[in-house]
């Protein structure tokens, strides 16, 4: 698992292999049951997660109903990363949709990295840039594509997905009622 983390890492930035194995001994392993909320809306982020298996949902809950907002799976970061960096609550939850496993490191642990050695600044600095660069996909998907340009795409970007999580989750994401989801599902072409 830590040799995915390793990866992922110098992937977003080239870190020194001693900066690196230091940084990889602060991680640990953390396992999460199906349907298992790993943080509460109202609760503050203290670790950063590295998801190594299974798939977790990031969700809004508003008048009792739920609004997805992303998926996470191997491999790479997760966690409520506005709660995480600001040590305030979140406004949301994160939870398991399947059996899962992560590493992970508290945020005193990352931000002692952050704060002793520039390489882990700019480990941060790219990671939420690429992060952003998300969320304003995200946006732009939902405030701007028909609900089968969204079908589309997430078959282009996610399709392992279709197979291993509810529809009605992925039709959550997608803004689209469950019913046109399963419409689109058997009709579009991809």
């Avoid at 609760?43 to 949902?57: A, C, D, H, N, P």
């Avoid at 709660?83 to 945020?107: A, D, G, M, N, V």
């Avoid at 002692?112 to 998300?134: A, M, N, Q, Y």
């Avoid at 304003?136 to 999580?165: A, G, W």
């Amino acid at each position: 698992m830590k040799d995915e983390l390793k990866t992922y890492l110098n992937k977003i930035h080239k870190i020194p292999d001693n900066l690196l194995n230091e940084f990889h001994n602060a991680w640990y392993h953390k396992a999460g049951a199906r349907k298992e909320i790993i943080t509460h809306k109202d609760s503050v982020e203290r670790y950063l997660y590295f998801t190594t298996k299974g798939i977790q949902k990031a969700y809004y809950i508003k008048d009792g109903k739920e609004f997805n907002v992303a998926f996470t799976y191997p491999f790479a970061f997760t966690c409520i990363p506005e709660s995480f960096l600001t040590q305030k609550p979140s406004r949301y939850s994160f939870e398991c949709l399947t059996e899962s496993e992560f590493l992970r490191i508290s945020y005193a642990d990352f931000i002692g990295f952050v704060e002793k050695h520039h390489e882990f600044e700019s480990l941060l600095r790219k990671t939420l840039i690429g992060t952003l660069g998300g969320v304003v996909n995200r946006y732009h998907r939902i405030l701007t594509l028909s609900i089968e340009e969204r079908f589309k795409d997430f078959m282009k970007n996610s399709p392992q997905l279709i197979n291993q999580i509810p529809h009605k989750e992925i039709a959550n994401y997608l803004k689209i009622d469950p019913t046109n989801f399963s419409k689109l599902l058997n009709t579009v072409r991809i």
